[in-house]
């Protein structure tokens, strides 16, 4: 199996309060993403990251921030969590030689209250 | 990027193939059709992917039709193990980079023992 690991793994907070998600690579792959999955909606692309320092927005990135100052870790924060944010999020690890083909951590179940 | 079409479900008998069909007729030319999996509470895992000619690795085969417009994905002797949520996903490949996956509802593969 890869080597990606999520941290936390469940998480319950308040509304209003700030949480950072972890995820830990050992593979030394370029590229890492954050995905959220929610019933209905399949999973869908928050904010990835093709380098240290260097991040983009996805599809659903409203509410959240990213950074990457090590290759081998990608945060990803709310500022201010809301009960809208309560989903099952996924990192993803891909290279450059690998196109198209990702590897996903986990994941971690995050309740807002 | 190109919108697919894949049944909501499917059940197959354990020790039978199983052949998970996947519409993609908007699919442009520099798109390979990648099949991910995702058995439940895990994060989806990569199978397989083609450009336009059949694929076969160990975990299955990859049929995709002469006009590109569908593929098939064929477990060759299920498992109940294999039983999870596949993704049919194009994406295009540009030569050197990594790309932003867009996964839809894709197909609930049950095998039945």
């Known amino acids: 199996d890869a080597g990606i690991t999520q941290s936390p793994r469940h998480k319950v907070t308040e509304t209003g309060t700030p949480v950072t998600l972890r995820c830990h690579q050992t593979e030394n792959h370029r590229y890492m993403y954050w995905y959220r999955q929610d019933p209905g909606h399949g999973l869908r692309l928050i904010h990835y990251s093709y380098g240290v320092k260097d991040t983009d927005k996805g599809e659903v990135s409203d509410g959240y921030s990213v950074s990457r100052s090590k290759t081998e870790d990608f945060l990803l924060t709310l500022e201010s969590a809301t009960s809208s944010q309560t989903s099952v999020y996924f990192c993803a690890i891909g290279s450059r030689d690998r196109e198209g083909i990702a590897d996903f951590g986990p994941g971690t179940r995050l309740t807002v209250t | 990027d190109a919108k697919t079409t894949q049944p909501p479900s499917m059940d197959c008998a354990e020790g039978r193939a199983a052949n998970l069909p996947c519409n993609h007729s908007?699919?442009?030319?520099?798109?390979?059709v990648y099949w991910y999996r995702q058995i439940h509470s895990q994060g989806p895992q990569y199978i397989i992917h083609?450009?336009?000619n059949n694929e076969t690795n160990e975990m299955a085969s990859l049929i995709i039709t002469e006009d590109r417009k569908s593929s098939t994905l064929i477990l060759p002797h299920a498992t109940l193990r294999d039983t999870a949520v596949y993704y049919c996903i194009p994406t295009k490949n540009s030569g050197g980079s990594n790309y932003k996956l867009t996964f839809g509802k894709g197909t609930l593969l049950t095998v039945n023992p």
């Open positions: 083609g450009l336009k």
């Open positions: 908007t699919i442009s030319g520099n798109e390979y």
